[in-house]
């Protein structure tokens, strides 16, 4: 099969939609207007990409989690482009931040964009389809904000996926990170019984 040809590089959209002010600063509102009808995936990827750095401050897992769950809503309820309130979109990223986005956020899109391109169109415009992947964000971004531990990089892994797919228009990766999301449903029911067999035989103890 023919590879279609590219629209522009997943790493140069996100490192564009990044791009600074004189003083080493960008605007959420500045984000949003540049990455237009990609805007739920560049917010999506933006909040997924903290979670892999090694150690992140106490509660910034349950920070990045909410915000993920308010982008997530209203995929849910069906708007085409993410709202944010105006003094949300006056707020500038920290230059930290962004130097932070602009090399290890870059680095990790370099790498995915090796396997994604736009494919799959017809589920990334499926009002459905992009309905049940808000529902499927929310329920990785609850995980992603509980105290289990050693569960914070497949939820974000999960929801980095869908908000690449949603920037490349790749339907494939959606479908992806819902199996990431399958993953973690599996692995929190083995995590469950395992711990309800501990309780039981604690219990046996004093029988």
Do not use: C
């Amino acid at each position: 099969m023919m590879r279609p040809p590219p629209e522009a590089r997943l790493s140069e959209l996100f490192s564009g939609v990044l791009d600074t002010d004189a003083d080493g600063t960008v605007s959420v509102g500045e984000v949003l207007d540049r990455a237009g009808d990609r805007g739920y995936g560049f917010l999506l990827v933006i909040l997924a990409i903290p979670a892999f750095i090694p150690v992140l401050p106490p509660g910034t897992s349950g920070v990045l989690g909410l915000l993920m769950s308010l982008i997530a809503l209203q995929m849910l309820f069906g708007r085409t482009q993410p709202w944010v309130p105006y003094r949300w979109r006056q707020r500038r990223l920290a230059p930290n931040t962004v130097d932070r986005l602009q090399t290890q956020g870059v680095a990790l899109l370099r790498k995915l964009e090796r396997f994604t391109f736009p494919r799959g169109r017809w589920l990334v415009h499926n009002g459905l389809f992009l309905r049940w992947n808000a529902l499927v964000v929310i329920y990785m971004a609850l995980i992603l904000s509980s105290p289990l531990p050693f569960l914070n990089t497949l939820p974000a892994f999960g929801v980095l996926l869908i908000g690449v797919g949603l920037i490349n228009h790749d339907g494939y990766l959606l479908i992806a990170g819902n199996l990431i999301a399958v993953v973690l449903l599996f692995l929190l029911g083995g995590s469950f019984h395992l711990l309800m067999k501990s309780f039981e035989g604690f219990l046996r103890l004093f029988q």
